[in-house]
T-cell receptor, first 115, second 111 residues
Framework: KAGVTQTPRYLIKTRGQQVTLSCSPI?????VSWYQQTPGQGLQFLFEYFSETQRNKGNFPGRFSGRQFSNSRSEMNVSTLELGDSALYLC??????????????FGEGSRLTVL | QQQVKQSPQSLIVQKGGISIINCAYE??????FPWYQQFPGKGPALLIAIRPDVSEKKEGRFTISFNKSAKQFSLHIMDSQPGDSATYFC??????????FGQGTELSVKP
């Protein structure tokens, strides 16, 4: 069974640009969550989608957005990039929308560098 | 109230020693406490998890101790091995909510 796939793995952007990251969950998983990982801050929750609906949202500005397609694949978008957006963006899939009922399966992440 | 505080930030242990990582929370609605392990270049992976109806859970060399009254839980790694060198994250979740992760502990086990 294939794991969670994230693309691209690495990307470099400049301030003001926008970026789109993609996540393909494990087959059969309908919930996709996104996290931002930075040194010292740990994993900061961005948002969660289940069956194409946003179920939970973290405390990030509106420049961060996401969506989920009917095949459960998800994308997140960051507009007007800032230097502080440099981070590893992790996608996680799970069977259930309720994150305290089961395991989150993480991808290897997309490392974004903003210059 | 949504925070999970994790300590220490980094930990160096000799091979064969015990590694202990602590976490504290405030939200009494949390009822699920997993630990995730992350190796460099990889995403986090579930290591072990506990619910507040038990005070301890053991899986191999890994043990979670849970103190509901103190709102604290900890991970103990017995007989630590160099292969255990990784970043460990505690987390807490409530019914219908999202998982809140701690800041992470970078563990280095020296041979």
């Amino acid at each position: 069974k294939a794991g969670v796939t994230q693309t691209p793995r690495y990307l470099i952007k400049t301030r003001g640009q926008q970026v789109t990251l993609s996540c393909s969950p494990i087959s059969g998983h309908r919930s996709v969550s996104w996290y931002q990982q930075t040194p010292g801050q740990g994993l900061q929750f961005l948002f969660e989608y289940f069956s194409e609906t946003q179920r939970n949202k973290g405390n990030f500005p509106g420049r961060f957005s996401g969506r989920q397609f009917s095949n459960s694949r998800s994308e997140m978008n960051v507009s007007t990039l800032e230097l502080g957006d440099s981070a590893l963006y992790l996608c996680a899939s799970s069977l259930h929308s309720n994150q305290n009922t089961g395991e989150l399966f993480f991808g290897e992440g997309s490392r974004l560098t903003v210059l | 109230q949504q925070q999970v505080k994790q300590s220490p930030q980094s930990l160096i242990v000799q091979k064969g020693g015990i590694s202990i990582i602590n976490c504290a929370y405030e939200n009494t609605a949390f009822d699920y406490f997993p630990w995730y392990q992350q190796f460099p270049g990889k995403g986090p992976a579930l290591l072990i998890a506990i619910r507040p109806d038990v005070s301890e859970k053991k899986e191999g060399r890994f043990t979670i101790s849970f103190n509901k009254s103190a709102k604290q839980f900890s991970l103990h790694i017995m007989d630590s091995q160099p292969g255990d060198s990784a970043t460990y994250f505690c987390a807490a979740g409530a019914q219908g909510g999202k998982l809140i992760f701690g800041q992470g502990t970078e563990l280095s086990v020296k041979p």
